[in-house]
């Protein structure tokens, strides 16, 4: 009773985080009625580190922890969503890339990093409540935990997987995350699995001197023409875009004789 209390108070103490975390830096709320559900997550990724009997279990829970909170609040603050499995893949493909791009933004970005350092000390800190009743059929857990959040990766919305839900947790999401990178990234990448044929065209050649004297080229890294709302898509995915192609921005249009969609 005394270890489900002390686990329970951690619990409280994390979901109180995030609730300020959130409050704090205008991120929308958890749900009230989603509020236990999320709790339930931290409990039992709690739970596992606190009983696990291997080292390698605990250090894996901790890493998984560390990027659910640090890894969401720097990616939150930089594009105002949770991590996502794609995600994950260009952090492993286009490393210096991101190395880069991060450390132009260091200075923005370390307040969320402290916060989740903060975050990773209190979920350490409960290691230091001795526990004898370890056991590797919670390590066997926690693998089968990440197996069946892989699966069900391998169906996962699409939607959903490329905006995150805000309204859930960044345990929760991480899960989901995770579970959509190695059921569904992964062997996507690997083995060439996506329906969508890579683009290539040659370098055009010059035929004639330009008639265009301005010519701005936006380019949406990581979207699909399918959820532009300029292309016709119900949501408004685009707004300051729909702008432009309707010619709404009239301080712009002095300067742009003409606007041409293409989609790849």
Not at 159 to 165: D, I, L
Not at 169 to 189: D, N, T
């Amino acid at each position: 009773m005394k270890k489900f209390i002390i686990l329970l108070f951690y619990s409280v103490v994390l979901l109180t985080s995030e609730y300020l975390y959130r409050h704090l830096f205008q991120i929308p709320q958890i749900p009230i009625n989603r509020l236990l559900e999320n709790l339930g997550f931290i409990f039992i990724l709690l739970s596992i580190f606190y009983f696990a009997k291997y080292r390698l279990t605990k250090c894996i829970i901790f890493i998984f922890f560390a990027i659910s909170v640090i890894g969401n609040n720097i990616h939150y603050e930089i594009y105002k969503s949770w991590l996502t499995g794609l995600n994950y893949y260009l952090a492993f493909k286009e490393f210096d890339e991101v190395a880069i791009a991060s450390g132009s933004l260091i200075s923005k970005l370390i307040p969320h990093i402290l916060w989740g350092a903060v975050d990773c000390l209190i979920f350490l800190s409960i290691a230091f409540f001795k526990n004898k009743r370890v056991h590797y059929a919670v390590d066997i857990l926690f693998i089968l935990l990440l197996v069946f959040t892989s699966v069900k990766g391998i169906k996962a919305h699409q939607e959903a997987v490329v905006s995150p839900k805000t309204q859930y947790g960044r345990i929760k999401e991480h899960f989901l995350s995770f579970g959509h990178f190695i059921g569904k990234v992964i062997p996507h990448e690997v083995f060439n699995l996506s329906h969508v044929e890579n683009y290539h065209h040659s370098k055009p050649n010059k035929i004639s001197q330009p008639k265009v004297k301005n010519i701005i080229f936006i380019v949406g890294e990581s979207e699909t023409a399918s959820h532009v709302s300029a292309f016709g898509y119900e949501r408004k995915t685009t707004p300051f875009f729909d702008k432009f192609t309707t010619y709404g921005n009239q301080s712009i249009n002095q300067s742009i004789n003409q606007i041409t969609l293409i989609q790849y």
